[in-house]
């Protein structure tokens, strides 16, 4: 399994932009498809967005496509999670997550077995 560790979360008022990151150890980062998932409080997780291996495949939650954007370098172990045009129904924890699944665009936190800690993103004027 990978150690995943979130970075870039904090406070930022509607309609502006976070980049999240989420870094991975181990060799075999290229290996695992990567996702992005959410929980507010009172709320269940949520999936986000899914990227594959290469990088070329991505799939994206209904609430944010057109304004989320997922990517990874490989070479650098790391996942990103690029967030524009934010609202405050963004509010949550985002977690990064990894799996070797080939059902990882489905969005089932379940199919993910390496987690991150979370990093709070926060959406208020």
């Known amino acids: 399994q990978l150690q995943l560790v979130e970075s870039g979360g904090g406070l930022v008022q509607p309609g502006g932009s976070l980049r999240l990151s989420c870094a991975a150890s181990?060799?075999?980062?290229?290996?695992?498809?990567m996702g992005w998932f959410r929980q507010a409080p009172g709320k269940e997780r949520e999936f986000v967005a899914a990227?594959?291996?290469?990088?070329?495949?991505?799939y994206y939650g209904d609430s944010v496509k057109g304004r989320f954007t997922i990517s990874r370098d490989n070479a650098k172990n790391t996942v990103y999670l690029q967030m524009n045009s934010l609202k405050p129904e963004d509010t949550a924890v985002y977690y990064c997550?990894?799996?070797?699944?080939?059902?990882?665009?489905?969005?089932?936190?379940?199919?993910?077995?390496?987690w991150g800690q979370g990093t709070q993103v926060t959406i208020s004027s």
């Open positions: 997550a990894a799996t070797q699944s080939a059902r990882y665009g489905l969005g089932y936190a379940t199919d993910f077995g390496s």
């Open positions: 181990g060799r075999t980062f290229s290996s695992y498809a």
């Open positions: 990227i594959s291996w290469s990088g070329g495949s991505k």
